[in-house]
């Protein structure tokens, strides 16, 4: 027989942890990395960066695995100038732009993406956007967001981008019935998996960002939204403005994230839970499986995460319950603990979480405690292997589909891999 977990953020485990805050220097990419996801996502958006050749890099790099022909997102370079030239930087915006959108007619939604050069950031992009609108209404919507590196970490240029979106959201009638939303980009693939199963529990679902920009969900007091990614807080902070209810919930990470979230909704919108069990029982059953043969060779083995995505906390508590993995330090880059709650109640008490980044110090820890697997961004993981030690760039567990009950032992073996390589290495 199955079991329903109980989700409570009681005061078990890590519910009243008191973080080990740092706030150093730190190793982590800017917000403008989540445009390698979001393009892919809206798929009639464009994203222009209004920046310089060093971001056109970062983000060209960070895409480089992917070949297209017309790719959706690019760069406005706006090199040295001082004040006096900054009258000359908004026409030239505005030449980009109409070039960009002739020559692209396809492109619905263009967000013109904020990022640290001075020279930008004296630019007022909201306005700019605003005059762009006027401009290309109707065919075209613009909006601005910040990914810059001074302002965001790598996945909270995710969360500026849809916190922009929700003011523009359709809203829906203040008599309508309570609807799902699921927000937070997923892949196609987790996303038609995820609405299978609620759709078969008879909930109609709505995913934010969607794949067109012409189907934005509807928002207001009838929507009820189930986070899908734990880096969020400015988007959710903007649907509640909007009227909608948060629905606490772990996240649809491994079995128990993914049967706990489901259940989430479930609950609130009155499913059976006889139609429950009956349409996750043989997922579920697949990937507990699945997870048994990743449990071997990753039971006991100590992990360290370095703060990076925000995925750390239910990434350690999915590592630790489902795979028997011990807990040295879980890094956040920020503790969110209302999102949390779910998931600090689920790891065992005691475990160090870290909020914020000393790179140096915790290095340091890191080198001491002597892992035999470390979670971290690309800057840290050579400096690491050259010490001996294993690791696993954060960075996969972004752009890997990981979410949901047929991911989850590919979640596993993104941990397992690294591990058995260095055995390879060492035999
Ligand atoms: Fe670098 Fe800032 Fe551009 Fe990001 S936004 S690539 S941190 S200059």
């Not at 995820?194 to 969900?217: I, T």
């Not at 139609?275 to 996750?280: G, K």
């Not at 972004?398 to 058995?420: C, H």
Request: some cysteine; charged content about 20%; hydrophobic content about 45%.
């Amino acid at each position: 027989m199955s079991t329903v977990i109980p989700i409570r953020a009681d005061t078990s485990g890590c519910t009243d942890v008191v973080p080990l805050v740092e706030r150093g220097q730190r190793e982590v990419f800017c917000g403008l990395t989540g445009i390698i996801w979001l393009h892919r996502k809206i798929q009639d958006a464009f994203f222009l960066v209004v920046g310089s050749r060093t971001c056109a890099h970062l983000i060209q790099s960070a895409a480089g695995v992917m070949i297209f022909a017309e790719p959706r997102f690019g760069t406005a370079i706006i090199d040295e100038r001082d004040l006096a030239g900054l009258a000359d930087v908004h026409e030239e915006l505005d030449r980009v732009v109409s070039q960009l959108l002739t020559r692209r007619p396809d492109i619905r939604l263009l967000f013109l993406v904020g990022s640290c050069p001075s020279e930008v950031i004296k630019l007022d992009l909201s306005r700019a956007a605003e005059r762009q609108n006027q401009i290309h209404h109707p065919a075209v919507r613009v909006l601005n967001y910040s990914g810059s590196g001074i302002e965001t970490t790598f996945t909270q240029g995710e969360d500026a981008c849809l916190a922009a979106l929700v003011p523009s959201l359709p809203a829906s009638a203040a008599e309508a019935a309570p609807a799902l939303m699921v927000v937070g980009t997923l892949a196609d693939v987790v996303e038609d998996q995820l609405r299978g199963l609620l759709e078969r529990m008879g909930l109609q679902v709505n995913f934010f960002p969607p794949r067109n920009s012409q189907a934005m969900p509807m928002v207001g007091a009838n929507t009820r939204f189930l986070l899908a990614q734990p880096f969020l807080a400015d988007t959710a902070r903007a649907l509640q403005s909007r009227g909608a209810q948060h629905l606490s919930a772990p996240f649809p990470l491994g079995v128990e994230g993914t049967t706990a979230w489901l259940q989430t909704a479930a609950t609130e919108f009155g499913v059976a839970q006889d139609l429950f069990e009956q349409v996750t029982a043989a997922p579920r059953q697949r990937a507990e499986k699945a997870l048994s043969v990743q449990r071997q060779m990753l039971q006991g083995q100590r992990i360290f995460f370095f703060p990076d995505s925000q995925l750390e906390i239910p990434l350690a508590r999915f590592v630790h319950r489902e795979l028997g993995m011990d807990l040295v330090e879980v890094g956040t880059p920020y503790l969110h603990r209302q999102h949390m709650a779910a998931e600090l109640a689920w790891l065992p008490a005691g475990t160090r979480i870290s909020e914020g980044q000393d790179v140096d110090l915790q290095l340091d820890r890191c080198l001491a405690d002597a892992p035999d697997l470390v979670v971290c961004g690309l800057g840290l993981a050579n400096p690491l292997e050259a010490q001996g030690i294993t690791t696993k760039w954060a960075i996969e567990l972004v752009f890997t589909p990981i979410q949901g009950y047929e991911q989850a032992a590919d979640l596993a073996g993104l941990f397992s891999r690294p591990l058995k390589r260095r055995l390879k290495l060492a035999a």
